[in-house]
T-cell receptor, first 114, second 109 residues
């Protein structure tokens, strides 16, 4: 089944403790992206990758890191999480990342930083 | 950068009603996406359209490229249609998507 797999689904952590949210897709998509979703603000892009070893900042990249060492994986790293990073996170992939191709989303990761 | 406006923000309907959700954007686009997010659930793609109209079951999406406007219609609404509906367009030209803030729909039996 074609899918984007995110892990974990839920995570509670403490301020400053490094964490990684994994994202993997099995569709050989070139484009992958991370978003955060907050009440009243909608989906905002954190980072995206148009291909292996190519990553770019989105609208809200501060406090996050990503890497794209292989096509299928695009982990999101929070080196020193803070409470304002409490949010619902989604990973997505697309064949090419342009509007003419459909996007597939992961199931989401609800992160709470205390 | 494209600005996306959705209306209404919240919508409550009785089962069976015809529902319309609107999306306007500021910069010309190659295609527009409609997405659905159920409470506590993930996000699924409903439509991707660049002109005219598309239909899938009780859902119909239309787009007017000249007016920079799209509508999502739900006919004979049902409580299982309760979800957040999100419109998305490219930031500019044919670049990755930016998203509207969503329309929260509640359909009451």
């Amino acid at each position: 089944e074609a899918q984007v797999t995110q892990n974990p689904r839920y995570l509670i952590t403490v301020t400053g403790k490094k964490l990684t949210v994994t994202c993997s897709q099995n569709m050989n998509h070139e484009y992958m992206s991370w978003y955060r979703q907050d009440p009243g603000l909608g989906l905002r892009q954190i980072y995206y990758s148009m291909n292996v070893e190519v990553t770019d900042k989105g609208d809200v990249p501060e406090g996050y890191k990503v890497s794209r060492k292989e096509k299928r994986n695009f982990p999101l790293i929070l080196e020193s999480p803070s409470p304002n990073q409490t949010s619902l996170y989604f990973c997505a992939s697309s064949l090419a990342g342009t509007a003419n191709y459909g996007y597939t989303f992961g199931s989401g990761t609800r992160l709470t930083v205390v | 950068k494209n600005e996306v406006e959705q209306s209404p923000q919240n919508l409550t309907a009785q089962e069976g009603e015809f529902i319309t959700i609107n999306c306007s954007y500021s910069v010309g686009i190659s295609a527009l996406h409609w997405l659905q997010q159920h409470p506590g659930g993930g996000i699924v793609s409903l439509f991707m359209l660049s002109s005219g109209k598309k239909k899938h079951g009780r859902l119909i999406a239309t787009i007017n490229i000249q007016e920079k406007h799209s509508s999502l219609h739900i006919t004979a609404s049902h409580p299982r249609d309760s979800a957040v509906y999100i419109c998305a367009v490219p930031s500019s030209g044919n670049t990755p998507l930016v998203f509207g803030k969503g329309t929260r729909l509640s359909v009451i039996a």
